[in-house]
């Protein structure tokens, strides 16, 4: 089953860990001292912070499969690749 990844950059990692925590009621799944994240299940999202190098904002965003069959799933076909979708206009 999919679940959306975001990873995030802060300033500083324990007043945001509070503020998360708060936020989805619940605590990191995992902590370290430059890092959490969350596994939420409603709604199911892969959420993530840090303390890196740059200014504070979105870092990454992601779709996490369990498997890599997932992926092929939704791996565009030979015609796709050969004649991708035209916008309108």
């Known amino acids: 089953m999919k679940r959306f990844h975001v ?3 802060v300033n500083d990692i324990a007043r945001s860990v509070r503020f998360y925590s708060e936020l989805f009621a ?3 799944s995992v902590l ?3 890092y959490a994240k969350w596994m939420l299940e409603d709604p199911r999202v892969n959420f993530a912070i840090s303390k890196r190098r740059g200014s504070a904002g979105i ?3 992601g779709i996490q499969v369990e498997d890599a069959g997932e992926l ?3 791996r565009p076909s030979d015609a796709e690749r ?3 979708p035209r ?3």
């Open 7 to 9: 990873h995030v950059r």
């Open 26 to 28: 619940s605590r990191p």
């Open 32 to 34: 370290k001292p430059d």
């Open 59 to 61: 870092e990454h965003l």
């Open 72 to 74: 092929r799933e939704h």
């Open 82 to 84: 050969r004649d991708p």
């Open 87 to 89: 916008r309108a206009g």
